[in-house]
């Protein structure tokens, strides 16, 4: 029997894992949460819960994988995973893993985005009545957001959006360096507000 290639110096999962290869009907994916399992320093029923997870989903977009590990795990151990380590093992983006969660209806207690507004405008060259007005309005775009992702990700996504609405000149590359996100993170900004765009010219930085 074959087995996945970042199995193979793991010589001690072979014996456990080949009987419940056979009990599964795509061996592939397991292989694979074994193997994420693995980096994570996991025991092997967890990749058989996170298989159970996986396969349970309606959705399965990119991330899930990790997600269900994440999942098996806070189940089943009293070991502390983070979102960032398992993204960091499954070669993922963390805003991903937060959307794979929402496909297996886990609600964790995570901390909310709002939580992430006041550091990351801390780090703008603005003015401190501005900052109040541009947290607000996040606050407001974030009290109805359309989109799911990390924390970090949806405050960034709203700070800009507010940002636009307010029609200040503030740039996605301020914004992605201020909230240690990408700018094609940033990019994405019209979808927390469903599509809606600002009118009117920008006017100049406060």
């Not at 029997?1 to 793991?10: C, R, T, V």
């Not at 899930?64 to 983070?82: G, H, S």
């Not at 990019?187 to 009118?199: A, H, S, T």
Request: glycine share 4%; hydrophobic share 40%.
């Amino acid at each position: 029997m074959s087995h996945h290639p970042i199995l193979q110096p793991e010589h001690r999962y072979k014996e456990r894992t080949a009987p419940l290869l056979n009990d599964v009907d795509d061996p592939s994916t397991y292989r694979d949460l074994l193997a994420l399992a693995s980096r994570l320093g996991l025991p092997v029923s967890i990749a058989l819960e996170a298989y159970t997870l996986f396969k349970g989903a309606r959705r399965k977009p990119r991330g899930l994988k990790a997600a269900a590990v994440l999942e098996a795990a806070r189940r089943m151990t009293k070991r502390l995973i983070t979102v960032e380590e398992v993204a960091r093992a499954a070669n993922v983006k963390p805003g991903q893993v937060y959307t794979a969660l929402q496909a297996l209806g886990v609600k964790h207690r995570w901390i909310p985005p709002e939580h992430y507004l006041i550091s990351v405008v801390s780090k703008l060259k603005l003015a401190g009545e501005f900052r109040a007005k541009l947290v607000a309005e996040a606050l407001n775009i974030l009290s109805c957001r359309r989109v799911h992702g990390s924390p970090r990700t949806l405050a960034a996504l709203a700070l800009y959006a507010a940002a636009k609405r307010l029609r200040a000149n503030l740039s996605m590359a301020e914004v992605a360096e201020a909230a240690s996100v990408s700018k094609s993170t940033i990019k994405r900004w019209k979808e927390i507000l469903g599509g809606d765009r600002p009118k009117g010219p920008p006017r100049q930085r406060p």
